[in-house]
């Protein structure tokens, strides 16, 4: 089970039991986590009100199918996703590349 979430300091109380892990303070864990990235945004319900991803706060479906097209034409971005992310690693690659030729001058 993954455990990567679990505080540190619950990790003493998770794994006390000799003969196995604590599974009570690992559902605990996991409810707290959970709690936690509903809040932060970083977990959302697609049929909730309040837990809704970021993107649906900007655009609903019928607006953002409507607008797509332009908005990807007006952010100069490409639709397709290969294309995007090489984009990306491209400026990404000239980023990192200006700042070690000026980082001895830094």
């Known amino acids: 089970m993954p455990i990567d979430f679990i505080p540190p300091n619950w990790k003493t109380a998770w794994n ?10 690992w559902e605990i ?5 959970v709690r936690d990235a509903l ?4 977990l959302y319900l697609p049929g909730s009100r ?26 100069a971005l490409p639709q397709e996703s ?12 000239e980023a ?3 700042a070690e030729k000026g980082l001895h001058q830094n």
């Open 16 to 25: 006390s039991k000799v003969d196995s892990p604590d599974r009570t303070i």
């Open 29 to 33: 864990a996991v409810a707290f986590a």
């Open 39 to 42: 809040r932060s945004g970083d």
């Open 50 to 75: 309040r837990h809704v991803s970021f993107g649906k706060l900007l655009y609903d479906d019928a607006r953002w199918q409507k607008e797509r097209a332009d908005a990807y034409v007006d952010l």
């Open 82 to 93: 290969d294309r995007a992310i090489a984009q990306l690693k491209g400026l990404y690659h």
């Open 96 to 98: 990192a590349g200006t």
